[in-house]
């Protein structure tokens, strides 16, 4: 007979998603906006996959520019005409005035994440975003080495390529055996 077990039904809350907005205060308006993708975003058909497709429609036909950032394996990743590069991560900044045109960078696993110029207004530079230094702050100020069981295999699980890498990485750092 089979036998019953305990899982957590999922319930379909109101959908806040936190971005990330660079805004002009002498003019109040959004210069640049941010988004870190959440694995809601990235489920096929969910209510939070529709919510972020259409926030991101608003800004991609709006006045500022869009700064996309993927640091997730799973899960569907940016819409573009082209085929994407292979790479398990993507960061795609849309600048208003080159629109439909944007530049992507797909990140392989074993690779150091880049640093990306956030455009801001017209007549400014672009603001560097070393985004190895941003994800190496988040995980040591939130102290993820004690948190993530890395004796355990990742979920989604790696490639073969990909675990044998992060196998003698995570060796070498003394957090597996």
């Known amino acids: 007979m089979a036998e019953p077990v305990v899982l957590t039904t999922l319930i379909e809350d109101e959908i806040h998603e936190a971005r990330l907005e660079v ?22 058909a969910s209510r939070g996959r529709a919510s972020y497709e259409q926030k991101r429609r608003e800004v991609m036909t709006s006045s500022s520019h869009f700064v996309e950032i993927d640091l997730l394996r799973d899960g569907n990743h940016l819409h573009t005409r082209e085929l994407l590069p292979p790479g398990e991560y993507f960061v ?25 110029g956030i455009p801001l207004k017209e007549g400014d530079g672009d603001v560097e975003l070393d985004l190895q230094m941003v994800l190496a702050t988040a995980y ?36 597996r055996s």
Do not use: F
């Open 92 to 116: 795609h900044v849309s600048r208003k005035d080159r629109r439909p045109k944007g530049y992507v960078w797909p990140i392989l696993l074993p690779q150091r994440l880049p640093v990306i």
């Open 23 to 44: 805004i002009d205060t002498h003019q109040h308006t959004v210069v640049t906006v941010i988004e870190l993708l959440s694995p809601t975003n990235k489920i096929s």
């Open 140 to 175: 040591d100020r939130a102290a993820y080495d004690l948190e993530v069981d890395y004796r355990s295999e990742p979920i989604p699980p790696l490639s073969h390529p990909h675990a044998e890498w992060a196998n003698t990485l995570l060796i070498a750092e003394g957090l």
